[in-house]
């Protein structure tokens, strides 16, 4: 917070205020800034030898050392989302989402080992496991997103880790995140949470036993489309490993866009309200279209394990998905090039809105994806919600 109290705040409060220490924006005479400046940084300079030959060798966490450990700049962002995950120890940034995801599987996992990991992940995710983890002797099962407790019938002696990503990439199951983590933990096993989606604000994954949360802060924290920046929050206990591994992988988030990422951390509330509501109304929309065959929207029946996001979360995201009815690719191109306010591209979590064609099967292993069903990916940014719904109205039309 920003030093002027010790009051219990709301998340609201809280992303306003968080990560914002007084040391790191004031001078000792009392005056300062808002923003933690940006601390552009590779040699530290010490005052004496023997302030050099102190430093060495100590845990540099949070203290001068050098630039590849980090300066207030990154320090601020990581305590600001360690604020957010209430019971966390701490947070270590990364250069993208994927350098996050990657760095918290091998904090947990060596030679031997073997990851359960949920078919619906993000598909850089299943690459990294099927290529690097394998290539190093590590094996993967994938599991059902919809496998909740029963995931205990999975584990074996070498069973090290589960991977979990809540809602699914493209298709959205919502995971029993608390009945994965009751069994991990009854089995000494970690959990690794991509809560990407929902963010802190609307998941609080350490509380749920999470031991490791991991943000593409690409996405929302970021907020607009402009920088790359990935992060994960350990439980206590498993920070340490985290950092070391970090360390060793030489792996530093750039000054510029950790500030980035504080700037658009600070607005993030309201922009998740608005994206959440935005893309709920968009979302009944389509689903009372005849063209729209359904729509996969945490928030709504028709996706997997609604009942699990009524009862776990605080509030969501504004990216869906919705299969097109008797769509063909040319239709469902059609359709996405008729759009005018939706952009074409990847990645999500900007101001602005996007539509892309998604297609399943090809990312899927435990539980084949068999629905002929053509999907679009959208994105709901801050326009007005009329303007998209029109919009999307013209497209549908463009497709038939
Ligand atoms: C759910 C999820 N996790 C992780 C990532 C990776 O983030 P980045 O693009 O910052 O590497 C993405 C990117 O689209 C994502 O959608």
């Not at 776990?312 to 239709?331: I, M, P, Q, W, Y």
Request: net charge neutral; with cysteine.
């Amino acid at each position: 917070m920003t030093d002027r109290g010790d009051r219990p705040v709301g998340d609201a409060t809280r992303v306003v205020g968080a990560g914002r220490r007084r040391d790191w924006t004031h001078t000792p005479d009392g005056r300062g800034v808002v923003n933690p400046p940006v601390w552009r940084a590779s040699t530290i300079l010490y005052g004496s030898v023997a302030d050099l030959r102190a430093a060495a060798g100590r845990d540099t966490h949070h203290r001068w050392f050098y630039g590849r450990r980090g300066t207030p700049t990154q320090w601020s962002l990581a305590d600001a989302l360690t604020e957010l995950e209430p019971g966390a120890e701490g947070t270590y940034l990364y250069s993208s989402g994927v350098a996050a995801v990657c760095a918290a599987l091998l904090s947990v996992l060596s030679p031997g080992d073997e990851l359960l990991l949920v078919d619906s992940a993000y598909d850089p995710t299943r690459a990294f496991a099927g290529s690097f983890l394998k290539r190093f002797g590590i094996a993967t099962r994938y599991y059902d997103p919809m496998l909740g407790g029963d995931i205990a019938a999975l584990f074996t002696e070498s069973t090290r880790a589960v991977f979990l990503e809540s809602p699914g990439s493209l298709t959205f199951e919502v995971q029993d995140v608390p009945a994965i983590v009751a069994a991990a933990k009854a089995r000494g096993v970690a959990t690794i949470l991509d809560n990407t989606w929902a963010t802190p604000l609307g998941f609080r994954a350490v509380e749920a036993g999470v031991d490791l949360s991991v943000l593409a802060c690409t996405k929302y924290v970021v907020g607009h489309s402009d920088a790359m920046l990935g992060s994960v929050t350990a439980a206590p206990g498993r920070f340490a490993a985290l950092r070391d591994v970090s360390f060793q992988l030489g792996q530093v988030a750039s000054p510029d866009d950790a500030w980035l990422g504080s700037r658009g951390l600070r607005t993030m509330a309201v922009r998740l309200a608005h994206h959440e509501k935005s893309a709920l109304a968009i979302a009944r929309w389509l689903a009372d279209r005849p063209e729209v065959a359904r729509v996969l929207h945490p928030a709504l029946p028709s996706c997997p394990g609604h009942e699990l996001f009524a009862r776990d979360f605080r509030g969501g995201g504004g990216l869906f998905s919705f299969a097109l009815r008797n769509a063909t690719e040319a239709s469902r191109s059609a359709f996405i090039d008729a759009l005018q306010l939706f952009g074409i591209g990847y990645s999500w979590g900007g101001y602005e809105s996007l539509a892309l064609p998604v297609d399943p099967a090809r990312h899927r292993s435990a539980v084949p994806w068999t629905s002929p069903d053509k999907l679009v990916r959208l994105q709901i940014g801050l326009e007005g919600t009329d303007d998209l719904i029109a919009d999307l109205a013209n497209g549908l039309m463009a497709a038939q």
